[in-house]
């Protein structure tokens, strides 16, 4: 039993559906499909808030270790904004119901990655800031605004 994957409402959805029509590899088609389109929205995102707030210094697609979201080059400040699901939110994941032995490997290895780029990073001087998607919401806004401020002195 797996589920057709879907990103809806910036929220990664798995409708159920039987396992023989969708082959391995199908599945693992759609899911880095879902899984770049989901990141991509997210970048936009914050990139937009940058631009609202006149946060300036800002790079994308800076050549560094992990690849980072974003870059700002001369304040050594790299900011990755991460999905909640993927990157296993403490405040929003939740163990989808089918396939959880998949799921948690899954996650366990992204979250094992970030942490070893950020211990990396860090060592080189680098301050790291991990925003989560859900911080990107309207409600949270305020204070994600604070915490970058703050962050960016
Ligand atoms: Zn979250």
Not at 56 to 69: I, N, T, V
């Amino acid at each position: 039993m797996f589920g057709r994957i879907f990103w809806r409402d910036g929220r990664l959805s798995i409708m159920p559906i039987r396992s023989d029509t969708v082959s391995e590899q199908r599945r693992s088609e759609i899911m880095r499909a879902v899984k770049s389109q989901g990141n991509k929205d997210t970048e936009l995102a914050l990139a937009r808030f940058f631009r609202q707030h006149q946060i300036a210094g800002w790079r994308r697609a800076y050549s560094l270790c992990g690849k980072p979201d974003f870059v700002f080059p001369k304040l050594r400040v790299v900011i990755f904004v991460d999905g909640c699901f993927w990157h296993g939110c403490p405040r929003c994941y939740r163990r989808p119901a089918s396939n959880t032995k998949y799921w948690d490997s899954k996650v366990s290895k992204n979250r094992q990655r970030d942490r070893k780029v950020r211990v990396t990073l860090r060592r080189c001087g680098w301050r790291v800031l991990r925003i989560w998607e859900h911080e990107l919401a309207r409600k949270n806004q305020s204070r994600l605004l604070r915490r970058l401020q703050v962050a960016l002195l």
